[in-house]
């Protein structure tokens, strides 16, 4: 008897004290500005949570050093998401509803910021992805905006505009032959999209060649483009598709320059056989920029690998870095964390980011620049920077 | 493939007494239109184009001989114990993985100019390159022995369909297997070359096509691959022919294969038989791995999937259990994938591969060269 009496004062007491450290963080509420970061630390894709983290976390930290946010400091709720839908929206709701974010900087995959962009902008959430290339992200079924949600990187069809304009303006390119994987919704848009943007700059697709993913014997295509003798050939596929056709196109003599999407962008790419081909990126750590040198100084500063060296942030991190400084630069400029207005700011904002400069268009997807990377034998090298 | 050999039996023995159901012209018809129609395309083709045609005719050889290397294993398994082993083509990817752990990891290609430094860089190359093959062949063999031993022996006597779905089963164990990431990994493996392949183009006369230099209009281009791959078919195919035809061995298969009871019954050790006819397809396909990830340079453990199945149906079109048969039907399947893709387009390759199938087993069940009647190994 003693004891239960003993433990129901316990539980008292807990309950009392919890619900003073809840008053203490809702006094401080003025004080502080809450954003989740919503990352796949684990599931299929964990560096690129990694990434994400750190490179969102570097922009919070660069702030708070600068005094905060409107003279708040920013706290920042990391939240894994799995990349997977159900983990992300059960931490969108534990963000919102729990922790009382108004701002999400998430997730990196399009699958699962597909449903946490339902979440967050039925409930008033300002959202805005870092890497999320799906056009469903900012935009519902109906084709109508959805206003609270963002994203920081183009997407997909913008890189097939980005390889027609650098074909034509800086390779000089008249005719290029597209050779894409039907299959592939990647591929397709990007491959769709530089046809469109070469043929109204000018040029003239010679030649549309389509396989399928498992091919590996592309001897028939390529005789066709010795055939045609294109400029430019537009291949917008993953490495592995590249580095068979590209191996067999040197084979065959074929030095016409390849030019490709950030599906080229691993370490698996065979530089050799790839080489004097081009390929459209986020961005790249070799931009002399100085947005970039400074964002890379810093990163290495502060994150290094295994072995103590300085990291390299890769595009993932990068696009993370700016996604929430554009979101900071956002809520400093409307003077308030009301996210309506926040959200009103953003759509009008320029913003000097490291993977270029960010403006909204009418369907929130950023109007940047991409960078254009050249593989060279020794390795994959800066080009230029193309503006849209 | 019951239902295969049993239909042909019917077609075979008895056409006379069988009434020709009242439509059938329809069908007839129909495939004679389309081979019409197909015979006008590639002869326009070739009177506009002809170097064009010419180097799509290149394309088709090169995938024809190294499909002919398989077939031979699936004609020669399925001749002896009238089994469709599906696992062929994943032993044909493990060939292709062994030689490029043995380059890339091992630089066994090299082992030549390693151990004896005086001679001629191109001798050591081509002994390296060589060995490679050799050990890509004996491994495969030993799989293969195996994989006879564990998967289909114990169902010999088994209704031929559980076999099959066995080699099914083996067959996706090897893929997935393979794709662990402490085996070969699911990645695509850029494949390291044991020696460079070089290319030539015809145009008055032969000429090297150096790094950087586009050959002229109206080439014909070709490699080194291509006459390493045509002309080590011809010789697996002459072997095989001395094989069968010449040595005791050859007879002892040929028997097996006629009638396995009476060949017990003359003293012939017919489990040795299979398991010799298993190691020799695999060390065949084996070959063919190597040679084509040379060709292609890129690897993963699916690349078997599909040539392992055009393959089956080169040897179905030739004549399943027929050696010459295989060999031709490989050929044939080669060009009609690589005119296919000229003429067509590139994603109808499969399409069109498969659809031979059905026409052959629908014309012509026994294929080009098969004669239920007549011996076959």
């Known amino acids: 008897m003693r004891f239960v009496k003993f433990f129901s004062l316990l539980i008292v007491a807990a309950l009392i004290l919890s619900a003073c450290a809840q008053g203490g ?74 922790d009382g974010v108004k701002f999400i900087i998430g997730e990196v995959c399009s699958k699962a910021s597909i449903p946490v962009s339902e979440i967050a902008n039925s409930k008033g959430v300002l959202q805005i992805s870092p890497t999320s290339t799906n056009e469903q992200v900012t935009v519902d079924t109906n084709g109508n905006v959805k206003p609270y949600i963002f994203r920081a990187c183009f997407i997909d069809p913008f890189q097939g505009y980005v390889g ?27 491959a769709t999209e530089f046809a469109k943007n070469f043929e109204m700059m000018g040029g003239k697709v010679v030649g549309t060649e389509s396989y399928t993913a498992t091919d590996t014997d592309f001897s028939v295509i390529l005789g066709k483009i010795a055939e045609a003798k294109p400029d430019v050939v537009y291949l917008p596929d993953y490495y592995n598709i590249v580095n068979l056709v590209a191996k067999q ?19 698996d790419l065979d530089l050799a056989a790839a080489a004097g081909g081009y390929f459209t990126n986020h961005y790249s750590p ?29 595009a993932l991190a990068a696009l993370a870095y700016d996604a929430a400084n554009v979101l900071l630069q956002a809520i400093n400029d409307a003077g308030t964390t009301d996210t309506a207005k926040v959200k009103d700011t953003l759509e009008k904002i320029t913003y000097k980011g490291v993977s270029g400069t960010i403006t909204f268009d009418a369907n929130h997807n950023p109007i940047k620049s991409a960078a254009l990377l050249a593989v060279k034998p020794d390795g994959v090298k800066f080009e230029t920077i193309v503006n849209p | 493939m019951q239902q295969l050999s049993g239909s042909s039996q019917v077609m075979i023995t008895a056409p006379k007494k069988k009434k020709r159901p009242p439509l059938a012209w329809v069908g007839q018809g129909f495939f004679i239109v389309l081979a019409i129609l197909v015979a006008g395309i590639l002869i326009s083709n070739l009177i506009r184009q002809p170097t064009l045609f010419a180097q799509f005719f290149i394309s088709g050889l090169q995938l024809g001989f190294v499909y002919a290397m398989i077939a031979l294993g699936y004609t020669m398994v399925y001749g002896i114990v009238k089994l469709i082993n599906f696992a062929h083509g994943d032993v044909f990817m493990v060939g292709a993985f062994v030689s490029y752990f043995a380059v890339a990891r091992f630089r066994l290609h090299q082992w030549p100019l390693a151990a004896f430094p ?54 996706f164990f090897l893929e997935y297997f393979g794709a662990l990431n402490f085996v070969f990994s699911p990645r695509f493996i850029p494949y390291e070359r044991p020696f460079e392949v ?95 990830a040379i060709a292609y340079s890129s690897i993963w453990t699916q690349l078997g999937i599909l040539p392992g199945l055009k393959a089956f149906v080169a040897a179905v079109l030739g004549g399943i259990g027929s050696i010459p048969g295989a060999f031709v ?41 098969g004669e239920p009647e007549k011996e076959k190994v």
């Open chain 1, 25 to 98: 963080s809702t006094g401080g509420q003025q004080k502080e500005l809450k954003v989740a970061i919503l990352a796949p630390l684990s599931g299929p894709v964990p560096t690129f949570g990694v990434s994400t983290r750190d490179g969102a976390l570097m922009a919070i930290d660069e702030w708070n050093a600068k005094g905060g946010v409107l003279g708040m400091k920013i706290v920042p709720i990391v939240e894994d998401s799995q990349c997977t839908p159900d983990p992300a929206v059960n931490a969108a709701n534990k963000v919102i509803d729990q």
């Open chain 1, 286 to 314: 070799d931009d002399p920029r100085p947005e970039v040198v400074n964002f890379l100084k810093a990163y290495g500063e502060k994150y290094k690998d295994e072995s103590g060296n300085p990291k390299v942030p890769d």
């Open chain 1, 164 to 190: 027609a304009k650098f074909a034509i303006d800086k390779l000089g390119a008249k005719t290029a032959f597209v050779m894409l994987d039907q299959a592939n919704d990647y591929v397709k848009g990007l």
């Open chain 2, 118 to 171: 005086q001679i001629s860089p191109g001798v050591g190359v081509v002994i390296g390159s060589i060995t490679v093959i050799l050990l890509s062949m004996v491994i495969c063999s030993a799989l293969a022995v195996t994989i006879e031993r564990v998967a289909y022996k114990p169902l010999r006597d088994a209704p031929r369909i559980a076999a099959l779905i066995t080699a099914i089963g083996v067959s």
């Open chain 2, 198 to 292: 070089v290319a030539w183009y015809i145009k008055d006369g032969i000429h090297l096509i150096k790094p950087g230099e586009a050959p002229p209009d109206g080439a014909i281009t070709f490699s080194n691959i291509l006459v390493i791959i045509i002309i080590a078919s011809i010789l697996v195919q002459i072997f095989l022919q001395f094989l069968v035809k010449r040595t005791k061995i050859g007879i002892a298969m040929r028997a097996s294969s006629y009638d396995k009871p009476a060949a017990r019954l003359m003293g012939i050790n017919v489990d040795s038989v299979i398991s010799f006819t298993f190691a020799i397809g695999a060390a065949f396909a084996g070959l063919g791995g190597v040679l084509y």
């Open chain 1, 249 to 267: 196109a040197k084979e065959k003599g074929i030095n016409t320059p390849f030019i490709g999407g950030d599906g080229w962008d691993s370490p």
């Open chain 2, 329 to 369: 039907g490989a050929l044939i399947m080669g060009q009609a994938e690589a005119m296919t893709m000229g003429y067509i387009s590139t994603p109808m390759r499969d399409a069109v591969a498969f659809s031979i199938l059905i026409i052959v087993l629908l014309i012509r069940p026994t294929g080009i060269f």
